[in-house]
């Protein structure tokens, strides 16, 4: 049973939506008015902030405010060729709307902050990285695309770029976990061993760097193992803190709730 990196993040969110989004169980997320459209424009607005991260040395190499303005331009018409398979079916209107908005919103204070030299920026600047390099485990059976890989001569660095919000200190658990995952993919690839990875939390320009810990490989393999239960038919219980309002899947959870009440006859 393959198990993709995406998935063990999934299952922090909520074991469920590792259960509903297995192929061919026949699970479609539907989409409904309101939450549905605040969903497609966050996920726009995050495609958006992803290409400013994959860019960033563009934008710090440039000193003139016209040859900025014309990258930001150029970074945000992108989007819509980059993620096409994504957006596919996306209402012109609200494509237009969110990019607007986004460069309308853009403050000079988060652009000082991205333009700062910091430890990771310097390491791109000096050995580059690749982009969602896919890489896959035969031993572990998992497959993964970390956002930037960084070889620094021995060094093998991963970095995933966040949307959301960063935590006040370091980086959340999930991207901990997350983080692991991906440094084992490497570990079987390069077969050197991963010490250490970034998070580029982009939304507030938050770049943070961590130790890859035994307690998040551990933890990385044991949510391995749930996820491959899972996709072999293991219906989990809810997520503690499952965003269960705005979830695409939401009809099905509740369909599953009253089958189970009718068979304890509650
Ligand atoms: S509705 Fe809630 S419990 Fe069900 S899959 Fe979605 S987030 Fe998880």
Known sequence: MKVRV?????????PRLVYFGTQGRGYESYAHTHAHTMREKGMIEGFILKEFAFNLHKITDCED?????AIIGDIVESVPRIYR?????LELDLMEAVKRDFIQGMNDEWLKKLRTENELTELERVHGYERERMMYSEKLNLSGSVDKLI????????????????????????????????AM???????STVKRGFVQY?????????QIRRSDRAEALRILKH????KQGAFPDKGRNAPCENCAYSKYCDTR???LSKLLGK
């Open 202 to 210: 982009i939304r507030e320009a938050e770049f943070r760097m961590t």
């Open 257 to 259: 709730k009253t089958l």
């Open 151 to 182: 070889i620094a001569d021995e060094e093998v660095i991963p970095c995933m770029i966040k949307t959301g919000k960063s935590p006040g200190y370091g980086v959340w658990r999930s991207d901990r976990v997350q983080l692991a995952a991906y």
């Open 65 to 69: 405010i016209a040859a900025i303005t």
């Open 85 to 89: 398979e994504e957006l596919e079916g």
């Open 185 to 191: 993919l490497i570990e079987d690839e390069f077969g």
């Open 6 to 14: 995406s998935e063990l993040t999934q299952y922090l969110v909520c």
């Open 227 to 230: 996820v491959r239960r899972i």
